[in-house]
């Protein structure tokens, strides 16, 4: 692993910020926050960083505020820092709304620091009020109530645990319809108020289990969006893994994993191993070398060919990453990785994606020789793919980005593409979008995208980063719908016979890129180029949600990212006609595609009123009911 240089002053006088360890949540917060500061400085040149930090009250004078955030920018954010810097810096930013909190950042990226990071804090003579008697309009209201019930739990956490049931019992009714709003804020496009819904849920989760393990339990086996529950869970065995109701949780979440390959089968988006995640931060002592449940879920996934490039990278990875962790045998570990490394080295493992197995095959060979834990240097390989990756890479040294973030924004843009550790992937691109250094991203995973066009894994890493960015831009729009209707092409329909299917890989990228179009088109504001985006690829939605036998068959992952895609960007009717979603949503009802049907008619029960208005994904809470039951 290379020395850490996070700290060296550059020329211009600010400090250095340098990732080259993905898994030292203390740099990528101090990454983020200097992007944004620089950010800030682009809008207010007057507001010097002394300034700032003796407004967030770091210390008693300007001087003295500007010496603790140097120190803090060197090494270490406090919890009570970064709550004071989201505060001032919210004040003074407009747009923070699309970049989200330092704190919450710090509550996605560590078990260790909790406080009241995701409180607010409410009189408790509001609580009561709050939550009986205000219907919420927006999520932001939904969130505010969240924030309100927790600040009451954690006060009466610090009297007793009688205390903290008498929160419970006495709102109650109150919690179901505030979790399944929240539920729904969690599986909606993501932006920062999706991840505060996920961590909320599981801070909530940790003072009502009974109630709460239902409710998610329900969610993440039967919710159309189901995928984007398990965050919440994950978030729940980081709090609580070792406190009360431990032994409750551990068989939960050990039933949840076992029956996780099943349940990755009716998933909208079995690739993106969020379930892995949920793996990987169970305690040693929950899966012990005598009976390691584990171990044999990631060995299962790293070794199943019908899983995705992700998923088994995630999971090898993963394995190799417990035992640095928890002090495994490293002996018998080894030999099991090595036949892993031998089996993805086998051209016949995966023909689609070989050189996607290959590159996991590097990396995890490279951690293992080096007894480390994540790659955080990458080994050379001799392939077109790794040189174009380079290539977008060392565009960021043409864009506007300040000195000092230079170096740490290159080495979080390799992170979100080479790094086979899923978990800490999306760690450096949800870094990018807290630090608001989206914008230069954006353009290198478009010019990766425009010179790779042979990887399906290597377009699809880049879809994934791009749709998460939330750059909501003509550049964008064409970036991802061009990305769309090439991997359409690239299926090759028309030349296949009845018997023939397409290669997974290229199926898998309809179904990543029209994803991604849904996650960055599908959030409130981006109406107009949701509209845009929708009508470049009307001709392949609608062949999609036309398809029948075979080909519906063979393309029912992508028919379900499309039913996805329709359901987030649905727009008003106008002059009474019926907007594309609602028209195709209403052929996917009947698709051949149980997951994608059940998501349609989901969606046709609420979304679309009979004035003609479009209702939030919220409103389903209560009207999102079919004949398939309440969701």
């Known amino acids: 692993m290379m020395p850490s240089k996070a ?17 030292d949540t203390d740099q990528l917060l101090r ?32 001087r003295n505020a500007a010496s603790a955030l140097s120190q803090a920018l060197r090494g270490r954010l406090s919890d009570d820092q970064l709550a004071k ?20 950042l710090s509550m996605r990226l560590s078990s260790e620091r909790r406080g009241n990071l995701m ?8 609580t009561g009020r709050i939550l009986k008697h205000h219907r919420p309009c927006s999520e932001l209201d939904v969130l505010a109530q969240a924030s309100a019930l927790l600040a009451a739990f954690t006060a009466a956490e610090r009297v007793d645990a009688r205390s903290v049931a008498g929160i419970r019992e006495r709102y109650s009714h109150e919690m179901e319809l505030l979790v399944r709003r929240l539920i729904l804020i969690s599986v909606s496009p993501p932006t920062p108020r999706n991840y505060d819904a996920q961590i909320m849920l599981g801070s909530l989760a940790s003072y009502a289990f009974e109630p709460m393990r239902e409710w998610l339990d329900t969610a993440v086996r039967y919710w159309p969006l189901a995928f984007r529950v398990w965050p919440a869970i994950t978030k729940l065995v980081k709090l609580r893994g070792n406190g009360d109701h431990a032994d409750e949780l551990r068989e939960w979440v050990q039933q949840l994993i ?41 060995l299962t996934r790293a070794q199943d060919k019908d899983a995705t490039i992700r998923e088994r990278g995630t999971a090898a990875m993963g394995l190799w990453q417990r035992v640095i962790g928890q002090e495994r045998n490293v002996k018998d570990a080894e030999a099991e990785l090595r036949a892993l490394i031998a089996e993805f080295r086998d051209p016949r493992s995966r023909p689609d994606a070989a050189a996607g197995l290959r590159w996991v095959a590097a990396t995890l060979e490279h951690v293992i020789d080096e007894r480390v834990a994540v790659c955080n240097d990458w080994p050379e390989v001799e392939e077109p793919w790794f040189q174009h990756v380079r290539q977008a890479a060392d565009e960021l040294d043409m864009l506007m980005i300040p000195d000092h973030l230079r170096a740490g924004t290159k080495s979080l843009f390799l992170h979100m593409i080479l790094q086979n550790a899923g978990v800490y992937r999306r760690h450096a691109i949800e870094t990018i979008v807290t630090s608001g250094m989206t914008n230069p991203i954006a353009r290198a995973l478009g010019h990766l995208l425009k010179a790779e066009r042979d990887e399906a894994w290597l377009r699809i890493r880049a879809e994934f980063a791009l749709g998460f960015l939330q750059r909501a831009n003509r550049w964008v729009e064409d970036d991802l719908t061009h990305s ?11 030349a296949l016979r009845d018997d023939d299917a397409p290669e997974r890989a290229r199926v898998t990228e309809v179904h990543a890129s029209l994803f991604a179009v849904g996650d960055c088109f599908g959030v409130a504001g981006a109406d107009d180029r949701a509209v845009s985006a929708r009508e470049k690829l009307r001709p392949m939605l609608t062949d999609l949600a036309d398809a029948q036998g075979r080909r519906a068959k063979v393309l029912h992952r992508a028919a379900r990212a499309a039913a996805y895609l329709l359901t987030v960007t649905a727009q008003p009717r106008e002059s009474g006609q019926a907007d594309l979603s609602e028209v195709l ?47």
């Open 85 to 104: 810097l989201d505060e001032t810096i919210g004040a003074l930013a407009s747009d923070l709304a699309a970049t989200g909190g330092l704190s919450s």
């Open 484 to 494: 769309c209707l090439q991997a359409y092409q690239n299926l090759g329909l028309a």
């Open 258 to 298: 076992n029956d996780s390959s099943d349940l990755r089968k009716r998933s909208l988006y079995p690739g993106r191993s969020l379930d892995l995640e949920l793996a990987l931060v169970v305690p040693a002592a929950w899966s012990p070398p005598s009976n390691d449940w584990v171990g044999r879920a990631l």
């Open 31 to 62: 990454y983020a926050l200097a992007g944004q500061l620089a950010r800030l400085h682009l809008h207010r040149s007057d507001l010097s960083q002394a300034r700032i930090a003796h407004a967030a009250g770091l210390r008693d004078s300007t």
């Open 585 to 631: 949503l209403k052929k996917l009802a009947s698709h051949p595609d149980d997951v994608a049907a059940r998501l349609s008619r989901w969606a046709l029960s609420f979304r679309f009123a009979e004035d003609g208005t479009v209702r939030p994904l919220l409103d389903a809470a209560e009207h999102g009911v079919t004949e398939d039951g309440p969701f």
């Open 7 to 23: 700290r060296a002053t550059g020329a211009d006088g600010h400090i250095a910020q340098k990732v080259t360890d993905i898994t």
């Open 119 to 126: 409180t607010a804090h409410v009189p408790p003579s509001w």
